[in-house]
């Protein structure tokens, strides 16, 4: 497609559970970037990938959190053992110049 | 720490006249400015950006003021329409750009427009 696309739309989980979103940027993006919105709350941002590497890391909230990005193209999101505070829209974005989002998961945990 | 600032939860304002959209920021070291609007279920789409150089651009209805020293940028919409009815949300970027860096966002600012 010629968006970001982004899997689940949805994931309702217990907490304690890992989970793993993905995202698909747009074809040619170099630059990936991974941000969440609470309830309530402005987008926060979480990550920063240029190419296959991660420069900067520094708003994972903790050490649960962890990303990759393989082939300069898809990337995922792992949180393990979720906790009720995770939940948010989990939203990954790509550019060569302004930032185009996808439509983000909506992570629920119970 | 909230180094950007929206400070109007919503805007209600009728179909035709100007919207203004409010966005205050604390870091003086950002250089680019942009806004987003962001329709329920969907991922922000970019609207307008400035960069800290200027101190307005303008695109169709939609212009950006940034008033450096008072660290404080505005949205005009004119005339405003009820399909401009969405949240909006002012960014703020250290990196010279926008292509190299993450971008720091305000809480939003939901604008309804009325027919």
């Known amino acids: 497609g010629a968006g970001v696309s982004q899997s689940p739309s949805n994931k309702v989980t217990e907490k304690g559970k890992d989970v793993e979103l993905r995202c698909d940027p747009i074809?040619?993006?170099?630059?990936l970037y991974w941000y969440r919105q609470s309830l309530g709350q402005g987008l926060e941002f979480l990550i920063y990938?240029?190419?296959?590497?991660?420069?900067?890391k520094s708003g994972l909230p903790s050490d649960r959190f962890s990303a990759e990005r393989t082939g300069g193209s898809v990337s995922t999101l792992t949180i393990q053992r979720t906790q009720q505070e995770d939940s948010a829209v989990y939203l990954c974005a790509s550019s060569l110049s302004e930032q185009f989002f996808g439509p983000g998961t909506r992570l629920t945990v119970l | 720490d909230q180094q950007v600032k929206q400070n109007s939860p919503s805007l209600s304002v009728q179909e035709g006249r100007i919207s203004i959209l409010n966005c205050d920021y604390t870091n003086s070291m950002f250089d680019y400015f942009l806004w987003y609007k962001k329709y329920p279920a969907e991922g922000p789409t970019f609207l307008i950006s400035i960069s800290s150089i200027k101190d307005k651009n303008e695109d169709g209805r939609f212009t950006v003021f940034l008033n450096k020293s008072a660290k404080h940028l505005s949205l005009h919409i004119v005339p405003s329409q009820p399909g401009d009815s969405a949240v909006y949300f002012c960014?703020?970027?250290?990196?010279?750009?926008?292509?190299?860096?993450?971008?720091?966002f305000g809480q939003g600012t939901i604008l309804t427009v009325h027919p």
């Open positions: 074809s040619g993006h170099t630059a």
């Open positions: 960014a703020a970027s250290l990196a010279g750009g926008t292509s190299y860096g993450k971008l720091t």
């Open positions: 990938f240029q190419g296959n590497s991660a420069p900067d």
